[in-house]
């Protein structure tokens, strides 16, 4: 079998919901032949200072083929259709992203990134964050996969021996490494 991504480009942003620890967590798991481009949005620094006690983000990411931008950085390569890229995810997505995105407002590079893949027709993931959801954020949600937009909240699941926080997080990440086409080997497949 060939153990080679399919994927070689991947761009990911970071809002800030709850969990933007996993989202680092997912960043960590990355094989290293993937260059990833990474945006953190303002509330995502802020989100992580409240939530953890290490909120050095570089430190997850060490060892990684990774540029960082500014959400502010709306000059990057990556808000640039001609850039090209393989996918993109949104993991955490808040709420407020999340809204930006279905009515088209891209004045953040993680907002114009969404606007770029989407009309560029590439892989767009969206992990979005809030328990429970109100009508107005089922709606968004529902539009954007109306238009392709794959929408993977993190939900944990016990069908894969899951026995600690870690493999729960393992299992999640994994999820979405699929849909993403990434190879890994995170949890435990169903049958096999
Ligand atoms: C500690 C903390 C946790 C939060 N959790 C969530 C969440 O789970 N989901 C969400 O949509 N917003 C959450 N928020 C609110 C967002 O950070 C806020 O709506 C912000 O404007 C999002 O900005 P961004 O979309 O540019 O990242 C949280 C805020 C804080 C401070």
Known sequence: MNNQNSIKRLV????GASGVQLGLKFIDFIPNDIEIYLVLSKSAKYTLSLESKDNDFFHYSSNKNITVYEDTELGAPVSSGSFQTDAFIIVPCSMNTL???TVGISDTL??????VMLKEKRNI???????PYNTIQLENMSKLSSLGVTIAPPVIGYYSDQQTLEDMEKFIIGKWFDLLHIKHNLFKRWGE
């Open 125 to 131: 993931v969206i992990a979005p964050r809030e328990m």
């Open 99 to 101: 809204a930006k995105c």
């Open 12 to 15: 990911v942003g970071i809002s």
């Open 110 to 115: 993680i907002t114009r990134v969404f606007s």
